[in-house]
């Protein structure tokens, strides 16, 4: 399984920065940048009201579930999955090979204003993930392996 690149504080800030700008021009409620194996690399927005890191475990996997089904149905991929709930809706994006975008929302705001915005980030996001992996080729991480319920603290500078 391919892994993340090695990230530093950063390159979370950047992540950050970009997730703030997308859920100010989306009007979205919530936006996490996952790894494919379900484990929450970073956060922005509305965190009291979500178990994040539930979620994350589990959009990951339903995510993967659909790109099985794009194979049984002869697609090469499905790039991104969408939940229409009555309180709330959620948008799962690939951003690379090892991580998503996933944004939680309101269900009275447009599908289609959160897909616009999130485009534009998707990209910015998988360049930051891309300087990264230049700037340490053979450094990186498989949050599976180290068996972490809530890897966020990972990606912290320690005191």
Not at 41 to 49: L, N, R, Y
Not at 80 to 108: H, P, R, W
Not at 127 to 145: F, K
């Amino acid at each position: 399984m391919a892994t993340l690149p090695q990230l530093i504080e950063e390159d979370i800030a950047r992540l950050d920065a970009e997730l703030r700008e997308l859920l100010e021009r989306s009007d979205a409620t919530t936006a996490l940048i996952i790894d494919k194996g379900g484990f929450l690399i970073t956060s922005q927005g509305d965190a009291q009201q979500f178990d994040l890191t539930t979620v994350a475990a589990l959009a990951s996997g339903a995510f993967m579930a659909n790109q099985t089904i794009a194979g049984l149905v002869h697609e090469t991929n499905f790039n991104s999955i969408y939940q229409q709930g009555e309180q709330f809706s959620m948008l799962v994006t690939c951003v690379d090979e090892n991580c998503l975008l996933l944004v939680v929302f309101k269900a009275q705001v447009s599908v289609g204003a959160v897909k616009y915005f999130a485009a534009p980030a998707v990209k910015r996001i998988a360049l930051q993930l891309q300087i990264a992996q230049e700037r340490a080729p053979d450094a990186g991480l498989d949050l599976s392996v180290l068996n972490l319920a809530d890897p966020s603290q990972v990606f912290k500078r320690k005191a």
